[in-house]
């Protein structure tokens, strides 16, 4: 089994990376080279499925392709710049200039700016350090000031966009490129990482789908065809997932297939669409569960789990439950809402004890809350979320409030004439 590594920076950094992956057999390297970093976003886009794990060049693409939704954290990483680098480039742009700079800015680079200062006293550095990803533009204008008002001779840069600009402009400007050892120990680290995830992809899913409000007691012939058309749909998108398709019966339907080939379709979109194309073609709406697990049994139980919290919801929606008991939910136009079924705490698993509400139901309200970033709330408020009544929502909270998980903070009114509702403050929110 050899892991593909996807490679994506300027020419010049892929060559560092090209010599240091010829130790890993277990490696085999897809350069994919750019002249501008927005290109990332087409490389990824258009080679994905080809790839286990990426390697940028640096921390702007890295952060430019996780800001922009294209991959996961855990789906790449960069090896970071240290001081060898920063004094490699240094050196360099004496060598070239035939003088010694005093006066340099530096961009991206955070920890290395006291080891330099504490190294070369007498040199003034100006810094731009950063986390995540910048725009381009406020990078050069960085430089581009300093060197204007006479503040700086040099400016050492990370990002090989804002070194060609400057170059452009005519001011003196080196690119520092990555350590070969730090390049090493970023391989070795998504090998890992690719092996770990190739075993994760190879789980067995099974995709349980179930018509909406199917009524059985006026079953009729326009409600066969209405199936057979919906059983047409789902057998093939099973081939195209390479599945194996079952039909359960009243209505319900399982795909075995593995955790890759979902999870492959879920970045596609395809299982919306084929919720979207059972309401087209087949006029049926369908709620889909899906399990994952490192057994057939495992997944079956999950995926009939992950259709039970799906009924909850009247309208179309995929619920995913994973080997961890992980719950994520997809709605349709929605953020994915992630939660847990199991007991997060050890304090919750003392205090639930007391009350008559699931776990999971207090996982679901701090994903909830985290996700609108509120902590108080009304039992009109929380049936929204809870997609239920507001009696129900309202016991809920006198539950939360019983075991000190929630208490009143006061009072709103809920119309002319009705009684006001009482405003509660959650107090799990943030022990996640």
């Not at 994506?8 to 130790?23: H, M, Q, R, T």
């Not at 400007?173 to 190739?198: E, F, H, M, N, T």
Request: negative net charge; glycine residues 4%.
């Amino acid at each position: 089994m050899k892991i593909r590594l996807g490679v994506i920076g300027p020419s010049d950094s892929i060559e560092i990376v090209k010599k240091a992956v010829e130790e890993f057999d277990e490696i085999t390297l897809l350069p994919f080279p750019y002249e501008e970093m927005e290109e990332t976003r087409e490389i990824i886009l258009e080679n994905r499925r080809f790839v286990d794990q990426w390697f940028f060049s640096g921390q702007a693409p890295y952060y430019y392709a996780v800001t922009n939704n294209l991959i996961r954290e855990e789906e790449g990483s960069f090896a970071p710049l240290n001081s060898n680098s920063i004094y490699k480039t240094l050196l360099e742009a004496q060598l070239q200039e035939g003088k010694i700079f005093n006066r340099i800015s530096l961009d991206t680079v955070q920890e290395t700016e006291v080891e330099i200062k504490k190294s070369i006293k007498s040199m003034e550095l100006y810094t731009f350090p950063y986390s995540g990803y910048l725009p381009i533009q406020e990078i050069i204008d960085f430089h581009l000031d300093l060197f204007r008002e006479g503040k700086v001779d040099v400016a050492v840069t990370c990002v090989n966009t804002v070194y060609h600009t400057l170059k452009e402009l005519g001011i003196p400007c080196y690119r520092v490129a990555p350590d070969i050892i730090a390049v090493r120990l970023i391989i070795q680290y998504l090998k890992q990482r690719g092996v770990s995830q190739w075993y994760r992809k190879a789980q067995i899913a099974i995709l349980g789908v179930e018509i909406i409000q199917l009524d059985w007691a006026n079953y009729s012939y326009k409600t066969k065809y209405q199936e057979l058309e919906l059983k047409k749909l789902l057998l093939n998108y099973s081939e195209r997932i390479n599945g194996s398709f079952i039909e359960i019966g009243d209505g319900r339907y399982f795909i075995y297939t593995t955790r890759g080939e979902v999870e492959l379709q879920l970045n596609e979109d395809s299982l919306f669409k084929l919720i979207e194309r059972s309401d087209l073609q087949s006029k049926l709406q369908i709620r889909i569960g899906l399990g994952y697990g490192a057994t057939s049994l495992e997944a079956e139980q999950h995926a009939r789990l992950a259709t039970q919290y799906a009924r909850e919801k009247k309208e179309p929606i995929i619920v995913i439950m994973d080997e961890l008991k992980q719950i994520t939910e997809y709605g349709v136009d929605e953020r994915p809402l992630s939660y847990n079924n199991r007991l997060s705490t050890v304090k919750w698993n003392e205090l639930l004890r007391n009350a008559n509400i699931s776990p999971a139901t207090v996982n679901r309200i701090q994903s909830m809350a985290l996700y609108y970033k509120k902590t108080e709330i009304t039992s009109k408020e929380l049936s929204v979320w809870m997609n239920s009544t507001e009696r129900n929502a309202r016991r809920i909270l006198m539950e939360l409030e019983s075991v000190n998980l929630a208490k009143i903070t006061g009072e709103e009114q809920s119309g002319q004439r009705g009684r006001p509702r009482k405003v509660y403050e959650l107090q799990f929110i943030d022990e996640k």
